[in-house]
């Protein structure tokens, strides 16, 4: 594994941070808790649009890398043109679903006292032009990986992060209407598109395939789905898991609690972009190596497992005691008392998922996608269930408790599984 990868990968997972960190409070002084916790729901329904590739991103960088090292590279055009008809029809559907629950009065669902229900059904509509458009890029992105142009990823990566928090402060120097701090959101992910696909252009340019235009294969439409549909799993259960906390608690409690839950979770859980920058580089690079140097991988995972666990402890200790002040110079004196203890019960999790995230790779590379999709699966109902049950009893510290519940459960889970041949 190329360190410049991951150097890479952390610059463009970084930037975003250091915008999101400048311009929430912001937000949050000019939007207020209300309108704030319905744009935090929009960039998780545009987080979850992810799901709409399929898997099939994901698939694609495991069958480039592959074609690559078989020298077979007049196959990637057609691979890429399959994968790209696949998420282009898929993110159309989830488009039009998601259009299709706002014309039928969806909005009403988000209790907001002091924001029109129109207003938040417009935005829905809004956020339906995105879903293809980041169901495409994840197969762009993949043919990326796959040929290790982390250095470009990164870029696109890093602009659309600072467009994503930027982009609705800008506008909310003008208006605090929810359609036009959505719309941002909308055309940085068009945006996005063309520059990913641009870039994977460039990456196939290089090889013989040059001047050949991919032709659909159900052969290979085939191939990427023995994979993929098993990441499609994954893909549509995982966000689930990861999102469900706050649409659970916007429903049950009211859109304002979102705030108070997300503020610390937000904080906390990027500090994954450690673990990310690694773990998105250890996959298409483990998978090569369990072909290329069978005798050789399992010491290269440990090596990287061992610096990750290091590391994330190492932050995650500096979280918990560090938070409190971190989070009130963040957000001022208008941060609510039980931010602080959310925070402080996240950092448990967050040093879980960070183990999950590598032994996760892990399975992907060997092809268990099967296993990973299962256990999301099990999950599910598990989380769902204890996050209703705790977040009844204790409002959102009960939340905070059931998503750490779960990382630790899916840590142990994943790595038990991962070890097995």
Not at 185 to 194: D, E, H, I, N, T
């Amino acid at each position: 594994m190329r360190v410049s990868s991951v150097s890479w990968n952390l610059a463009g997972l970084t930037l975003p941070l250091l915008v999101a960190a400048v311009t929430v409070p912001q937000l949050i002084h000019r939007l207020g808790n209300e309108r704030f916790g319905v744009l935090a729901l929009a960039w998780g329904l545009v987080g979850y649009a992810g799901a709409l590739d399929l898997g099939i991103g994901r698939a694609l960088t495991q069958m480039v890398a592959r074609l690559r090292g078989e020298g077979d590279f007049s196959s990637i055009p057609d691979a890429l043109a399959t994968a790209g008809r696949i998420t282009l029809l898929t993110g159309a559907f989830g488009g039009v679903i998601i259009a299709i629950f706002a014309i039928a009065g969806g909005g009403s669902l988000i209790h907001a006292r002091q924001t029109a229900t129109g207003e938040i059904e417009l935005s829905i509509l809004l956020l339906a032009l995105a879903l293809p458009a980041q169901a495409m890029s994840a197969t762009y992105r993949g043919v990326n990986e796959a040929y290790l142009n982390f250095r470009g990823i990164s870029v696109v990566r890093a602009l659309l992060g600072m467009v994503n928090f930027g982009g609705p402060y800008l506008v909310s120097l003008w208006t605090s209407s929810l359609p036009w701090l959505v719309a941002t959101l909308v055309l940085s992910r068009l945006f996005s598109l063309l520059i990913y696909r641009r870039l994977a252009m460039t990456c196939i340019s290089g090889q013989r395939a040059v001047g050949r235009t991919g032709e659909y294969s159900s052969r290979i439409a085939r191939s990427l789905f023995s994979f993929g549909g098993w990441v499609t799993v994954s893909s549509i259960v995982s966000p689930m898991l990861v999102q469900a906390d706050r649409f659970v608690i916007s429903s049950a409690i009211s859109a304002a609690a979102v705030t108070i839950y997300v503020l610390p979770y937000e904080m906390v859980v990027q500090s994954l972009v450690l673990v990310g920058s690694v773990s998105s580089v250890l996959f298409p690079s483990l998978s090569a190596m369990m072909r290329s140097h069978p005798t050789q991988w399992q010491r290269y995972f440990l090596r990287w497992l061992l610096i990750v666990a290091g590391m994330m402890l190492v932050v995650c200790i500096a979280m918990f005691f560090f938070l409190p002040k971190i989070l009130t110079l963040w957000v001022g004196q208008g941060l609510h008392p039980e931010s602080i203890t959310v925070g402080k019960i996240l950092c448990l999790g967050v040093f879980s998922n960070s183990l999950g995230v590598m032994f996760y790779a892990l399975l992907h590379a060997k092809g268990r996608a099967n296993i990973t999709a299962l256990l999301h699966m099990i999950e599910l109902p598990i989380f769902v269930g204890a996050l209703l049950f705790l977040l009844h009893q204790f409002g959102v510290v009960g939340a905070a408790w059931a998503w750490t519940g779960r990382m630790t459960f899916d840590a142990i889970a994943l790595g038990i599984l991962g070890g097995k041949k």
